[in-house]
Every structure is written in C-alpha cells, then in structure tokens.
C-alpha cells in the first residue's frame, strides 16, 4: 500500500498542496488521502470527473483531444491534473484515467491506466500503467500509483517550495 501520510508530509514540508482529479477511481484517491489526521493542511479538494464532458466542461481538457482519443489517454490525465490544480489552487495536481473493467473504453483494453501529476511552472510527469485483476483490484492498484507517483515526484524536487 501506498504511503499516502509520507505523501501529505512531503507536501506539508514544502508548504505545497494537492487537488485530485479522478475519473477511475471514483474518490478513492481523496477518501485515501483525507483517512490521514491533519490531512487539511496539504489537501485541497478534488473532483470526480466520470463522465468525459465532465473531464472538459470542468477540467478543461480539450473537447477536440477527448473526441479524438477519448478519455483514456495520457494528455487527457495531464489535462486534468492541470485543470484540477487550477481550480482548486493547489500546487500540484495529481489525476487518473483509464478502464476498470468489466468492457473495454475507447478501443482501451481492461487495466490500461493513465496517471498524471502537474506541478509548479506547468511541469508534469506521467506514468502508464497496465494493471490486471478484478475492477476493484484495478483501482485500488490505481489509487497506489497515483500516490507513489506524486511521491516520488517530491522526492526528485527535494528544494523545490511553493514560496
């Protein structure tokens, strides 16, 4: 399982926040990060973004990408990492789309996964995972991700503060 109180301590360190964006996951990535006490003093909010015009309507990524692509798609993850750090003003923005199961989305097989982080200056990193097992097994490995992710992220940028 994910170090998700390491996460909220790096953050809180930095004096930095985070806003979630989660279409796969449906929450479980704010419902893991808000079970941590003292969480309120890195996390911003977040939205559960499922439906796609959702993902442009309040996210902001372009509705010619989601029309092209679809919503299972790495720029579409950063897009809404961007969009959700925008509109909760928060420094970094970590989002997760992709395919639970039981059908395949978008001509994307079960498990395929897109995880996303933006941070400050406009940086993001990105991770594509392609996970097995039961849908609940496949978001609850998703939620780990998108942790370890914007963990490891903090660790690279050791100095970097939100000022």
Known sequence: M?????????????DATVA???????????AA???????SRA???GVI???????HELLGV????LRREGAVHAEVAAGMAAGVARLCGATYGLAVTGVAGPEPQDGRPVGTVHVAVSGPGGRRWARELSLGGSRER???ETVDEAVDLLSGVLKANIGEHSG
């Open 138 to 140: 496949i978001r609850v």
């Open 20 to 30: 979630v964006a989660e279409s796969l996951t449906g929450g479980l990535i704010g």
């Open 62 to 65: 372009p509705g010619e990408l």
């Open 43 to 45: 996390f911003r909010g």
């Open 33 to 39: 990060i808000t079970s941590v006490p003292g969480a």
């Open 49 to 55: 973004s499922y439906a796609t015009d959702l993902k």
């Open 2 to 14: 994910a170090d998700v109180a390491g996460m909220l301590g790096m953050l809180v360190e930095r």
